[in-house]
Nanobody, 124 residues
Framework: QVQLVESGGGLVQAGGSLRVSCAASGRTWSIYREAWFRQAPGKEREFVAH????????YYADSVKGRFTISRDNAKKTMYLQMNNLKPEDTAVYYC?????????????????WGQGTQVTVSS
């Protein structure tokens, strides 16, 4: 019903910036909210940022507040995560997720659709 495709990952130096994108297709009108999660090798998948599609309200994990910004372009059906002042501990596979209704923003199991992930590596 909904397909999500991430892009923009890569290798950056500590302190640098990177923007990853998530393009949605299919029944995009069913998406109520979207989020970014990340997972490092050997660690649990963790919540990063969340945005509601209708009003653009946002919510961030404490670890990225002040450094990351989530946004969306309704016309292009694309969500973005602008990452500034990157740190080595930000290294992970970043996943785009979407949900059809409301729910706890940090709970991965409540999201209905997922992208394939894009690798972000921050070197020191």
């Amino acid at each position: 019903q909904v397909q999500l495709v991430e892009s923009g990952g890569g290798l950056v130096q500590a302190g640098g910036s990177l923007r990853v994108s998530c393009a949605a297709s299919g029944r995009t009108w069913s998406i109520y909210r979207e989020a970014w999660f990340r997972q490092a090798p050997g660690k649990e998948r963790e919540f990063v940022a969340h945005i509601r599609w209708n009003d653009g309200s946002t919510y961030y994990a404490d670890s990225v507040k002040g450094r990351f910004t989530i946004s969306r372009d309704n016309a292009k059906k694309t969500m973005y995560l602008q990452m500034n002042n990157l740190k080595p501990e930000d290294t992970a596979v970043y996943y785009c997720a979407a949900a059809r209704d409301t729910g706890s923003v940090t709970v991965a199991a409540l999201y209905n659709y997922w992208g394939q992930g894009t690798q972000v590596t921050v070197s020191s």
